[in-house]
């Protein structure tokens, strides 16, 4: 090949590959120094983890009184995730995302119908959360049977409740006669009834809080000990809860149980000359106990 030639080849060549890589250069947009003005760019999206932690509210420390000793965990136990729909419109209506009043009702004997117990809980409820509607109903001297009646029924099932809170076993444990399981039957009628009108409404049993028998022989002055038929009385509340796949709330065990609780509040002066009901410093005890057991559960499910 001549010299010419061979030229010729070499410069055929490198116009064939120039040409290509300015086709290759030429198909690419080209990148803007500056992104247009027109165009806002979108926030990054959080984790949903990052927004379900936001859910949470604060739960302040409770210190139970100096006198207190060999207090229990305070929890509501829920196997199978009861509370999740009270919990769900809770936290909706924390984030703004509904106006739809959350409604609680408790019910119970003469520690309810002090009010002081379970206000305390509603109030800080609806400080914490807003639209609540925390209604008590309480009967002195009542127990289970007391709320079977008909009247009582209804009146409950009118205030169409969310969450339905149960506080007997304090005037069942003071008979002297208490039997576990008459106590267990009667909670069965009255929860029956309940079920019947409020299908599917989660209950949540509590304990009572601890009391006194008191004797008195004559011309002698009236002697307290300790009722240690609440213990079994708290036993049975516990045992039909698991039965029947209620919640439940242990506050006789959470405040010192057969060992301690009555001991606890007697020796921190929160219990009336009767030994069986509280001043009022008792009754906000027990309130805010109950406020720190839920607040923690629903922690709990807005974190899981």
């Known amino acids: 090949m001549r010299k010419s030639n061979r030229l010729f080849v070499r410069f055929l060549i490198i116009c064939l590959s120039l040409s290509g890589f300015f086709v290759k250069v030429m198909s690419q947009d080209q990148i803007p120094a500056h992104p247009p003005s027109e165009k806002i760019l979108k926030n990054v999206k959080p984790m949903r ?176 000990s300790i009722n240690p038929r609440t213990a079994t009385a708290a036993k049975t509340i516990h045992q039909y809860a698991k039965d029947h796949h209620l919640l439940v709330w242990d506050m006789y065990n959470v405040v010192g149980g057969r060992e301690r609780a009555c001991l606890n509040w007697t020796a921190a002066q929160l219990m009336r000359p009767d030994y069986v009901h509280y001043f009022p410093e008792g009754y906000i005890l027990q309130g805010n106990l109950l406020y720190q057991a839920l607040i923690q559960a629903y922690n709990d499910y807005v974190t899981r």
């Not at 117990?117 to 959360?129: M, S």
Request: proline share 6%; aromatic share 10%.
């Open 49 to 224: 983890e990052m927004s379900w932690m936001a859910d949470t509210v604060f739960l302040p420390q409770l210190f139970f009184p100096s006198a207190f000793t060999k207090t229990g965990h305070n929890e509501i136990i829920d196997s199978i995730a009861l509370l999740a729909p009270v919990f769900e419109h809770l936290r909706q209506v924390h984030a703004g995302l509904s106006e739809d009043t959350v409604r609680i009702v408790h019910i119970g004997d003469s520690h309810i119908r002090g009010h002081i117990y379970p206000q305390t809980t509603g109030a800080l409820l609806t400080e914490t959360f807003g639209a609540i509607s925390y209604t008590d109903m309480g009967v002195n001297g009542a127990t289970s049977l007391t709320f079977t009646h008909p009247n009582r029924i209804a009146d409950i099932a009118a205030l169409k409740p969310e969450l339905l809170i149960l506080s007997f076993g304090t005037n069942e444990s003071h008979n002297r006669r208490y039997n576990a399981n008459v106590h267990y039957n009667q909670m069965d009628e009255l929860i029956k009834l309940l079920h019947d009108s409020l299908p599917e409404i989660p209950i949540l049993l509590t304990t009572p809080p601890g009391s006194y028998d008191s004797f008195r022989q004559r011309r002698r002055k009236r002697t307290y």
